[in-house]
């Protein structure tokens, strides 16, 4: 069965950075690109980018490129999402998800919130 488990939620000032990390479970890590995508309260899923955990290549999204960074680390198949520079308007739910051709498998979410 696959399964994508995500770290826990966090609370960060704004400035700071926040890491945040997905465990893939139940099918081989490097056959398929994670993606990231969040949600911010009330608005609609924001794609971030993704990363292909064969080689570690990485494509970001044109609003975040300045402040994420992916990583994938084949070792524990996780896949990792550092945000620096954090605003306010950063307070969303994170999630990684890897796609197939029938549809997508999503992780739990991160909430991650930015207050002062």
């Known amino acids: 069965e696959v399964q994508l488990v995500q770290s826990g939620a966090e609370l960060r000032n704004p400035g700071a950075s926040v890491k945040g990390s997905c465990k893939a479970l139940g099918y081989i890590f490097t056959s398929y690109y994670i993606d990231w995508v969040r949600q911010a309260p009330g608005q609609g899923l924001e794609w971030m980018g993704r990363?292909?955990?064969?080689?570690?290549?990485?494509k970001y999204a044109r609003n975040f490129q300045d402040r994420v960074t992916f990583a994938a680390d084949t070792s524990t198949n996780t896949a990792y999402v550092e945000l620096t520079s954090l605003r306010i308007e950063d307070t969303a739910v994170y999630y990684c998800?890897?796609?197939?051709?029938?549809?997508?498998?999503w992780g739990q979410g991160t909430q991650v919130t930015v207050s002062v």
């Open positions: 990363i292909d955990p064969e080689n570690n290549g990485t």
């Open positions: 998800a890897t796609r197939r051709n029938s549809g997508a498998y």
